[in-house]
């Protein structure tokens, strides 16, 4: 039973699919949104004011960006949404559940079902790449069948089968932070959150690891990126949401890569250049090792 | 059952990345529980020490100097049938002043006496040391008017050793504060370096914890490698302690025995060996648990 630890929640939202299914995907009609926020207020203890009546609603197999200077309570919102902290006032849903009233004991099937990447990788250091993705499963009491087949598989996806056992300071950046992400999606959650996972990383990184999480997306997965790249969210021409001093100022769509988009970058991000093989079919990811 | 060694190669991994605090906890542990060993036995003894001093103090009820035989012989009699009694002797007036002088040692006070001032006396043995008050009530009922009222006319007073027993269990019972304080001390300092050792994990493991939290490891899948690492300081410190406890055992006290009978004594009176190890080892492992529990508690936010 592959599936088991986020089964359930996954029936709940009416979805079944799976990483690997290659369908174009369109953001679904009808249904829960996955994440929705409503007229949420956050003030943190002495009064310091991160998010002022923000409402919005993002739909399943979404690619979202959220973007906005330092501050601007990005971070705050992504904390919400992983119940790190609850709201002061409003509402926040995932799935369709209220999780402000969330009881502690349902807080970490709620995190089993939210992949979260942070621009430190937070991997653990004494831990090969393999053990690292594999401590995901291995805490949330995963079978080691499990672990066995899912962790080579997300590795393969991310392009990092042939790094299996090297320890994280053996990588580059961006290696790391395929891992984390490999961390993330291993146990296949229906939203991935990622909170500046190119801050630390070069221009040409950060495209590899916007291709490896737009691909993400494409398995049907709903992708949330914090950013505060603009030319990278101009470039991507996906949902953009920008926070300033804790409102949303911001909720577009910039349209998405058709058919017709010639442009090498979305060409790429349709997903027609490989992802993760590295050098294959982009140079610049050589330069990464 | 993976889980489960999963939990415990954690632990392992975390004491030997912490390998300095682990074993000044360990240390603690053992001293602890080596004094804990010497204290339980010696407490026991002096307790029991008490317990006999006790058992074996009487009353002694005092006659009145123009008492006839008659009236003497049936007095013995009444004391005789008394519940609990088990023996009624006499000490006559000359005996009572032997006794006082081989008590005193010097004799100068006594020889200044011209006549012998000491009462002949009943002693009234009791067969357990809880029944005395009962026999004194029953040899001096209330009367009345509330005074106690003697059974017999001749009855001058009863009295008993009450205050060498209020001394002998002021000694034992200043000892056996001493003792407890010292062992409360000493768990103290125990809980708190397992403690140590504990919070001092929790912040080498930070990275590990976060990640935990944030795949969604339910609190006590998170909580028990941690709570493992500090059983396993109370079970190894626990464990070198016996076996030290029982070296020791095997090269002091049993040759002793064959010698003194006093520390031949304590193995009647205390508990046997086993049942000594049992303990202290149950409470090594419980006082150890108990550290990482309240760290745990206090610093792990999860």
């Known amino acids: ?289 | 059952m993976g889980r489960l060694w999963f939990f415990i190669r954690e632990a392992f991994r975390a004491l030997r990345r912490n390998a300095a605090p682990s074993l000044a906890a360990i240390v603690t542990t053992i001293v602890t529980v080596i004094l804990l060993g010497v204290l339980i036995p010696v407490l026991q003894t002096a307790q029991a020490k008490s317990d006999e001093v006790r058992s074996s103090l009487e009353l002694r009820v005092a006659v009145f100097d123009d008492a006839t035989k008659a009236e003497i012989a049936s007095l013995r009699e009444d004391l005789a049938v008394i519940p609990n009694v088990s023996s009624v002797g006499f000490v006559s007036k000359a005996e009572a002043l032997r006794e006082l002088k081989a008590d005193l040692e010097d004799d100068t006070l006594t020889a200044q006496l011209n006549s012998n001032p000491l009462p002949a006396n009943f002693v009234v043995k009791a067969d357990d040391a809880a029944n005395l008050d009962a026999i004194r009530q029953a040899i001096t009922p209330p009367g009345p008017s509330g005074e106690p009222q003697p059974i017999s006319p001749v009855i001058e007073s009863v009295f008993d050793r009450s205050e060498e027993r209020g001394e002998i269990e002021q000694v034992t019972g200043a000892l056996r504060i001493v003792l407890l304080v010292i062992t409360g001390l000493l768990l103290i300092a125990s809980l708190m370096l397992i403690g140590n050792t504990i919070r001092l994990s929790i912040y080498t493991r930070r990275r590990e914890v976060e990640v935990m939290r944030l795949v969604g490891a339910t609190r006590w899948f998170i909580r028990w490698p941690f709570m493992i690492e500090g059983v396993l300081v109370g079970f190894v410190g626990g464990a070198v302690a016996i076996l030290i406890l029982w070296l020791g055992k095997v090269t002091i006290v049993d040759p002793l025995s064959d010698t003194f009978a006093l520390v031949a004594a304590q193995d009647q009176t205390t508990l046997s060996f086993p049942l000594l190890v049992a303990i202290l080892f149950a409470s090594a492992v419980l006082v150890s648990a108990l550290g990482s529990g309240v760290t745990l508690r206090r610093f792990l936010r999860v």
């Open chain 1, 1 to 289: 039973m592959a599936m088991a630890p986020s089964l359930r929640f996954r029936s709940r939202m009416g979805r079944g699919k799976r990483q690997g299914q290659e369908a174009p995907r369109r953001p679904r009609r009808g249904g829960a949104p996955i994440i929705e926020l409503d007229d949420v207020t956050k003030v943190y203890p002495g009064g310091h004011l991160a998010l002022e009546r923000v409402s919005l609603a993002i739909n399943r197999g979404e690619f979202a960006f959220l973007v906005g200077p330092t501050g601007c309570g990005k971070s705050t919102l992504i904390k919400l949404l992983i119940r790190e902290l609850a709201p002061t006032e409003g509402e926040v849903r995932v799935a369709g559940r209220d999780i402000g009233s969330l009881p502690e004991k349902k807080i970490p099937q709620l995190r089993r079902n939210i992949g979260t990447v942070f621009q430190d990788f937070k991997l653990l250091p004494n831990r090969t790449v393999y053990d690292n993705v594999a401590y995901a499963l291995q805490v949330i009491g995963a079978s080691r069948t499990e672990i066995r087949e899912k962790v080579p598989e997300t590795l393969r996806l991310v392009g990092l089968s042939t790094k299996l056992h090297n320890y994280p300071d053996q990588l580059s950046g961006g290696e790391q932070q395929r891992v984390s992400i490999a961390r993330a999606f291993v146990n296949h959650p229906p939203l991935l959150l990622a909170d500046e996972p190119s801050g630390n990383l070069d221009p040409v990184t950060s495209i590899g690891i916007m291709q490896l999480l737009y691909r993400i997306n494409r398995t049907g997965t709903t992708v949330l990126v914090v950013t505060h790249d603009r030319e990278m969210v101009d470039k991507m021409q996906r949902r953009v949401i920008e926070l300033f001093e804790g409102r949303v100022v911001r909720d577009e769509v910039t349209g998405g890569y058709t058919e017709e988009s010639t442009t090498e970058f979305g060409v790429r991000m349709r997903g027609e250049m490989g992802v993760g093989v590295e050098g294959q079919t982009n140079g610049h990811e050589a330069g990464e090792r």
